[in-house]
């Protein structure tokens, strides 16, 4: 097994290779695949489910229905790019899977108090002594959770893919399952959605700035 191991390790064969060899019956060449392209993929997912313990289903699952459907990968692809799309996939399955069970759950009181909004200036600490802009930093942070939570599994999916993944718009309706006009639009109602939950927020910093609160 050591000696298996040792031929497949990092950077010895191409994706492509490894791909024929797993395909051959070579189990261990499958490590390198999964080796090369798991925090990728990680990244991915967590940007989508936005926490750990999804993201980590949601990586392992991809790499298991990638060995599933190895047979199915054409050579000239980007083994990179096909188990991303198998990933979100998955991921907007595991995220709209989530909702309904989160709105079963839910009553309509705690659904009111979960959706009334949270005045992040109300959050900011004295300057001192911890630098002010590290907590801007960090309440930005929260507040784009809060935003991200906010959207509809299919519109966290395309704003991910787009504007931190760098996907291009096919890429975008070939995951949502829809056509371009379709992912441009859940692409757009997106990008709108994060800019006015982040509106409040963007002008309580403006106004700290102007009257000299922060540097």
Given at each position: ?215
């Amino acid at each position: 097994m050591a000696d298996a191991l040792g031929r497949y390790s990092a950077g010895g064969i191409s994706d492509v290779a490894a791909v024929e060899r797993t395909l051959a019956g070579e189990r261990d060449a499958y490590r390198v695949l999964v080796e090369r392209h798991s925090a990728y993929v990680y990244r991915v997912a967590y940007r989508m489910t936005g926490n750990s313990h999804d993201a980590e289903e949601v990586v392992q699952e991809a790499f298991l229905r990638a060995y599933q459907k190895l047979g199915q990968f054409a050579g000239n692809a980007n083994f990179g790019t096909w188990v991303y799309r198998i990933a979100a996939n998955y991921a907007i399955d595991r995220l709209r899977q989530k909702k309904n069970e989160e709105s079963r759950r839910e009553s309509p009181s705690r659904k009111a108090e979960s959706q009334t909004e949270v005045d992040p200036l109300s959050q900011i600490r004295d300057r001192a002594p911890n630098p002010e802009r590290l907590a801007g930093s960090a309440q930005l942070a929260e507040k784009m959770k809060e935003a991200l939570d906010a959207l509809t599994p299919a519109e966290r999916t395309a704003i991910v893919m787009r504007h931190w993944d760098g996907c291009g718009i096919e890429e975008i309706a070939e995951v949502l399952k829809s056509n371009s006009s379709a992912a441009k639009n859940t692409v757009f109602r997106a990008v709108q959605k994060l800019r006015l939950a982040l509106k409040p927020f963007a002008e309580g910093r403006n106004a700290a700035k102007a009257v000299g609160t922060e540097s």
